[in-house]
C-alpha cells in the first residue's frame, strides 16, 4: 500500500512537475511562436496557400519588428492572392446566383486588377477600365462578344500578379462604345449578360446595390418618397387591391425606377453575344407591358435622380458636393462609389473574406469603422483594407 501510495504522489508530482514546465516553457517562448503562427494564419487568410519557409519567416521577422503591414504585403505578393482569393472575392458579383463557381471574365479582370494597381476603387462603378492579357500572353484576343480571352487566361494559370502578364487598358476600346457610356463593371460584358438581358434593367440596379452597397431593396424599402417616376409596367392595383402597391410595391420603385432609368440605352443582345449601346433611343424594353398602367411615367431619356438623398435612406451617405443627378451610369456609378455605404460595404465584404465570419462584437464592429476611414482617406486602396483586415483577424 505504501508504495502505491508512494508512487500515486510521485506521478501526481512528476505530472505537476511536467505541467509548470510546459507553462513556463508557454511563457517563454510566445513571441517567437506566436508570430511565426500569426504569419501563417495571416499568408493562409490572404494567399488561400501556405507560404514557403523563406516567405514565413520574412513574415514572422516583420511582425516581430511591428512591421504587420509589410507581412501582410508579403502574402499579398503571392499569385495566389490575385489568382484564387481575388477572383473568388468577386466572382459572385458577376451573375445573378451569387455564385464563385464561374468563368474569369471582364468583370473578375477588372476588379482584380484594380486591386493589384491600388486604383481608387470607388471608381469601380464608373470609370474607363479593363484588365486583360497581354498581347501573346494567350491565343484569343478580348472581345465585345465573347469571353475567350479570359477564360484562357485562367486555364492556362497566367499570373495575374505580373504586370508585364496581365494589364490596363480601357473598357471602350474593346466594347466598342464611347468613353463617356462606359461605367467601370457596371457596362462590363459579364455584367451586361447578368443584368441587362431581357427585363427591364431594374436588375443591374438592384444587383448593383446588393454587390457594392451591400443593401438589397427591402433593407432600402420607402414608402413615403413621390411616385412620379415609377415606369408604366408597374400596376398599381396588383390583384385588384391598391393597398398592396401603396404599402409595399411603391416602397422599392420610388427609388429604383428613377436611378435605373440611367441604363435606358443598354441592352444586352443575345443574338450578338454582346453590350448593346443605343444613344439617344431608349431600350423597347423600357416601354413593356405599359398598358398596366398608362397613367404611368414613360421613360423619355437616360436622366436619373436619386430620391434617397432625402428621407430614411439619406443614411446611405451620399457625397454632398455631388448634384444627386446625371444622364447615363458613369454618373450614376460616380453617385454610388462615393456613397459612404459604398465603402463600408467593401470594408465588410473584405472581413468576412479574411476574417471568415460577419463584424460580431464591438470590438469588430470598432474596427471595421477605422478600417472605412481608411480606406476613404487614403485614396480607396483595397491591398490596404484587405491588410487592415487580415493583421486584425490573423490572432483569432
Not at 125 to 151: C, K, Q, R
Not at 183 to 200: L, M, P
Not at 258 to 284: D, K, R, S
Not at 372 to 382: A, E, G, I, L
Request: charged letters at 20%; proline letters at 6%.
Amino acid at each position: 500500500m505504501k508504495n502505491t501510495t508512494w508512487t500515486k504522489e510521485c506521478f501526481a508530482g512528476l505530472l505537476r512537475f511536467s505541467i509548470a514546465g510546459l507553462l513556463a516553457a508557454a511563457l517563454v517562448l510566445p513571441a517567437n511562436a506566436g508570430s511565426l503562427e500569426q504569419a501563417k494564419r495571416l499568408h493562409d487568410r490572404l494567399a488561400g496557400v501556405p507560404p514557403s519557409e523563406a516567405v514565413l519567416n520574412q513574415m514572422k521577422d516583420a511582425i516581430d519588428a511591428g512591421d504587420t503591414r509589410g507581412a501582410a504585403d508579403l502574402a499579398m505578393a503571392n499569385k495566389n492572392f490575385y489568382n484564387v482569393t481575388l477572383k473568388n472575392f468577386a466572382a459572385p458579383w458577376t451573375n445573378r446566383d451569387g455564385s464563385v463557381f464561374v468563368p474569369m471574365n471582364d468583370y473578375i479582370a477588372t476588379v482584380i486588377g484594380m486591386i493589384r494597381d491600388d486604383k481608387p476603387f470607388n471608381t469601380v462603378l464608373s470609370a474607363d477600365i479593363a484588365y486583360i492579357g497581354a498581347p501573346g500572353t494567350v491565343t484569343a484576343s478580348p472581345a465585345a462578344n465573347n469571353n475567350t480571352h479570359f477564360e484562357q487566361l485562367e486555364a492556362n494559370n497566367i499570373d495575374l500578379s505580373d504586370t508585364d502578364l496581365f494589364v490596363e487598358t480601357t473598357q471602350s476600346s474593346i466594347q466598342g462604345i464611347p468613353s463617356a457610356a462606359t461605367a467601370g463593371v457596371i457596362t462590363s460584358r459579364a455584367a451586361s449578360e447578368a443584368f441587362f438581358v431581357a427585363g427591364t434593367n431594374r436588375a443591374m440596379f438592384r444587383f448593383t446595390l446588393m454587390n457594392h452597397m451591400c443593401n438589397d431593396m427591402e433593407q432600402v424599402h420607402d414608402p413615403k418618397l413621390a411616385p412620379d417616376r415609377i415606369r408604366q409596367d408597374v400596376s398599381r392595383s396588383p390583384g385588384g387591391d391598391s393597398r398592396l402597391f401603396l404599402n409595399n410595391c411603391v416602397g422599392c420603385h420610388t427609388g429604383m425606377d428613377p436611378m435605373a432609368q440611367a441604363f435606358a440605352y443598354y441592352n444586352y443582345n443575345e443574338t450578338t453575344g454582346a453590350l448593346e449601346y443605343t444613344p439617344g433611343n431608349v431600350q423597347p424594353k423600357y416601354f413593356n407591358n405599359d398598358l398596366n398602367f398608362p397613367q404611368g411615367f414613360r421613360t423619355p431619356d437616360d436622366r436619373w435622380d436619386n430620391y434617397w438623398r432625402k428621407g430614411q435612406n439619406s443614411y446611405l451617405g451620399f457625397d454632398p458636393n455631388l448634384p444627386g443627378s446625371g444622364n447615363g451610369p458613369k454618373s450614376l456609378g460616380e453617385e454610388l462609389g462615393n456613397s459612404a455605404e459604398f465603402a463600408k460595404c467593401q470594408v465588410k465584404k473584405v472581413f468576412r473574406n479574411v476574417c471568415l465570419r460577419d463584424p460580431e462584437n464591438p470590438a469588430d464592429r470598432s474596427k471595421v469603422d477605422d478600417i472605412v476611414n481608411t480606406f476613404r482617406s487614403t485614396q480607396y486602396k483595397m491591398k490596404q483594407v484587405f491588410a487592415d483586415a487580415a493583421v486584425y483577424c490573423m490572432g483569432s
